[in-house]
């Protein structure tokens, strides 16, 4: 008897085999004879070019899958707790400078805000910040995802706590900046564009040094101004909504370890 020589599989060279026929040209371990024959009967299908029908349920599909995405951020927007948060620091490095004031503002509700006049009760501030923070569902920050988060997590750090543990995070920053076309980014401006005014406030060198050394009128005019940052970013939150996608937001676990 003459034994055949062994053969590699024809349909895509998957493996070599021992032939048991003289046309055995397919391994049957992959079943790939019938993949080819598969193959040719989809090569031998008709092609519609042109089927509106198809089309037509296509773009409906579309058309569901973002009524769905809007229906399901307004549903958000009315179920979850969402949050605006904005801190003042003195130095814009979290391991030189301190934080002295956050603001924390319920969406349509109550802003809580705690301020830091000495270093006991910067540690206090910042625990009772990520407290609150962890309670929400959604945190609002503009330029949160650069400074504020960070600049949190490290004072958390450095003060030998753990850093914020959970965070849905929208920064409103990034929508402005890849949605809206403005002459610069700055909070100001967006507000600038949206409502053809501004309630922001300017802090002076001056006024930041005096607070500092404890002044109380000094740290009365930071946390008015911070107030009135949550105040702005939440009603700028509002206005570009139709922008954020709320449902795709990432919930971020971080800082158990």
């Known amino acids: 008897m003459t034994s055949r020589p062994q053969v590699r599989c024809v349909y895509d060279g998957c493996c070599t085999f021992d032939p048991q026929t003289h046309n055995h040209t397919h391994c049957t371990e992959h079943k790939c004879k019938r993949r080819a024959e598969n193959a040719k009967k989809r090569l031998g299908q008709e092609v519609t070019i042109h089927d509106p029908e198809m089309w037509e349920l296509q773009d409906q599909r579309k058309m569901a899958l973002a009524e769905r995405q809007r229906d399901k951020n307004e549903w958000i927007l009315k179920n979850r707790k969402i949050v605006s948060f904005d801190i003042e620091t003195f130095d814009l490095a979290a391991d030189y400078g301190v934080i002295m004031v956050v603001c924390i503002k319920d969406l349509h509700g109550e802003t809580r805000t705690y301020i830091a006049r000495n270093d006991e009760e ?49 920064d409103l920053y990034y929508t402005a900046k890849f949605k809206l076309k403005l002459n610069r980014n700055r909070l100001q401006n967006v507000e600038m564009a949206l409502f053809g005014e501004s309630e922001k406030t300017e802090i002076l060198p001056g006024i930041w040094r005096r607070a500092l050394r404890g002044d109380p009128k ?6 008015d101004h911070c107030v009135r940052d949550v105040a702005i970013l939440e009603r700028c939150f509002l206005k570009l909504r139709g922008f954020i996608n709320l449902g795709e937001k990432p919930l971020k676990l971080f800082g158990r370890g």
């Open 122 to 170: 910067e540690r206090a501030c910042i625990l009772a910040t990520r407290a609150d923070l962890e309670k929400a569902d959604y945190i609002v920050t503009y330029y949160g995802t650069g400074f504020d988060i960070p600049y949190l997590n490290t004072r958390l750090i450095i003060r030998g706590e753990r850093p914020l543990g959970k965070l849905r995070h929208v």
């Open 218 to 223: 000094a740290l009365a005019y930071i946390a």
